[in-house]
């Protein structure tokens, strides 16, 4: 998936005339997002570790410039000097895990315009697809704390890539783990998962197939009680489990995947109270989101834990965002575009961010990186000379920032409603440059 032909071809159209006209200045481009999603109040950082990986790696393969001399597009001379293309430039980013806001840049690319140039496309699409599922997961966790929740989501990602980076992004968000089992090899995310319901309808006995599941996973039994009758399966599970129980075995929880999930938890709790079995705990799933986890929280259902997969990991109400990877600095003078409602603020720019008495963000500067303060801002180098700085943190750390910073958040921004916008002001040093770079710049 990190082919450098993954790309527009636009990309290399471009890269066609910088190469005849010896255009290798140094480019500089942000990452940002225009405007947030309707049912947004925040954006989580996201997907930094896939694009420093990708940056790392960027390279031509002879066969891939084989094709590109045979498509009849480009000149001999600029697809030759492909075969040396690698990425040389200096990034500073956001930490994952970390709130942002429209117009904040998350991601700074530094380096020679050919190369800058090319990693666009990839670049969006690595942020924006693990940016929007974070900021989802957040929705779920702010809405259930305390609750177990786990990514079941991979079955219906679009596509193997999305659902991988879906299982990771929405543990940096916060959920507790994952049914991928390849995200759990690749980052150590805990790994959830009980059975299908092929696996109750391959038994003749619904309850001979909890035995044996039982059986063969002693430590980890979480059995699915819906196949055929909900409450009929819990009121049969008793007198299994207690005769497991007596071989050591215990029944860990149920889990219930189908119709009206409240009204069902309440009859299988109070069936397994009534019947000895208090510690059974009851697990959720089927076409959940923040809304209707919100709700079940709210109504009291009594649920410990929620596996939670389409919606969020398509970030089904909000499926894209606004977002942009933009020229602002060009050998050495700043840049900036004026379309109308794209305009863009020029020059290599730093995150201010404030923090009331109560611990809670109460609001962000954008400013030019030089008029910042010497080593504050949210935008730290990370890449250098095409060289990571430091090692990337374990993928736990990155959650437990994003836990602290979610809990920073405003209580307004934590709710799912629309909340007033989170001020970001633009610093007057900033502006000044605007109107620098307009009276520089022609379009003659």
Same mark, same amino acid.
């Given at each position: 998936m990190n082919s450098a032909l993954l790309t527009d071809l636009y990309q290399l159209t471009m890269l066609q005339v910088y190469h005849d006209r010896g255009m290798n200045g140094t480019a500089v481009f942000e990452f940002f997002v225009r405007k947030?999603?309707?049912?947004?109040? %925040?954006l989580l950082a996201a997907g930094l570790e896939q694009v420093l990986d990708y940056l790392e790696t960027l390279r031509f393969t002879e066969q891939e410039l084989d094709w590109l001399a045979g498509c009849g597009r480009f000149g001999r001379g600029f697809v030759d000097s492909l075969a040396a293309l690698r990425f040389t430039g200096d990034v500073a980013a956001m930490a994952e895990g970390t709130p942002f806001f429209p117009d904040e840049p998350i991601l700074r690319v530094a380096a020679p315009l050919p190369q800058a140039q090319l990693v666009e496309t990839r670049i969006i699409n690595l942020l924006q697809f693990q940016v929007m599922v974070a900021a989802k997961a957040a929705r779920v966790r702010l809405a259930a704390p305390g609750k177990l929740l786990v990514d079941f989501g991979l079955r219906r990602a679009h596509g193997a890539e999305a659902g991988l980076h879906s299982a990771r992004a929405s543990y940096l968000a916060g959920f507790d783990g994952s049914s991928n089992v390849q995200a759990g090899m690749l980052w150590d995310i805990p790994l959830y998962g009980t059975m299908a319901h092929s696996y109750i309808q391959a038994h003749d006995s619904e309850m001979q197939a909890f035995e044996d599941f039982a059986r063969s996973h002693p430590k980890a039994t979480t059995l699915l009680i819906d196949t055929y009758d909900t409450e009929g399966a819990a009121r049969r599970l008793a007198p299994l489990a207690r005769r497991l129980?007596?071989?050591?075995?215990?029944?860990?929880?149920?889990?219930?995947?189908?119709?009206?999930?409240? #009204?069902?938890? *309440?009859?299988? *709790?109070?069936?397994?109270? =009534? $019947?000895? !079995?208090?510690?059974?705990?009851?697990?959720?799933?089927?076409?959940?989101?923040?809304?209707?986890?919100?709700?079940?929280?709210?109504?009291? #259902?009594?649920? /410990?834990? %929620? +596996?939670?997969? =389409?919606?969020?990991? =398509?970030?089904?109400?909000?499926?894209?965002? $606004?977002?942009a990877y933009k020229l602002q600095e060009y050998a050495g003078l700043p840049r900036r575009k004026r379309s109308e409602g794209k305009a863009t603020w020029p020059g290599r720019k730093q995150v201010l961010r404030s923090v009331?008495?109560?611990?809670?963000?109460?609001?962000?500067?954008? &400013?030019?990186?030089?008029?910042?303060?010497?080593?504050?801002? !949210?935008?730290?180098?990370?890449?250098?000379?095409?060289? *990571?700085?430091?090692?990337?943190?374990? !993928?736990?750390?990155?959650?437990?920032?994003?836990? #602290?910073?979610?809990?920073?958040?405003? $209580?307004?921004?934590? +709710?799912?409603?629309?909340?007033?916008?989170?001020?970001? &002001?633009?610093?007057?040093?900033?502006? #000044?440059?605007? *109107? /620098?770079v307009d009276g520089r710049t022609s379009p003659d």
């Open positions: 947030m999603p309707e049912h947004r109040n %925040f129980a007596g071989e050591g075995i215990a029944v860990n929880a149920v889990r219930i995947d189908s119709g009206d999930l409240a #009204a069902h938890a *309440r009859n299988v *709790r109070q069936i397994l109270d =009534t $019947d000895g !079995l208090p510690g059974v705990k009851v697990f959720a799933s089927g076409n959940l989101d923040e809304y209707r986890v919100r709700d079940l929280v709210a109504g009291g #259902a009594p649920i /410990e834990g %929620f +596996g939670v997969g =389409t919606r969020m990991n =398509t970030s089904a109400d909000a499926p894209y965002l $606004d977002c009331g008495q109560d611990g809670r963000l109460a609001g962000d500067l954008l &400013t030019s990186a030089d008029a910042a303060p010497a080593g504050e801002g !949210l935008l730290r180098e990370v890449m250098r000379g095409g060289n *990571r700085l430091v090692p990337s943190p374990p !993928l736990q750390e990155v959650r437990r920032h994003a836990l #602290a910073e979610l809990a920073r958040l405003p $209580d307004a921004l934590r +709710g799912l409603a629309a909340a007033p916008a989170y001020p970001v &002001t633009v610093a007057e040093p900033l502006r #000044a440059l605007a *109107r /620098e």
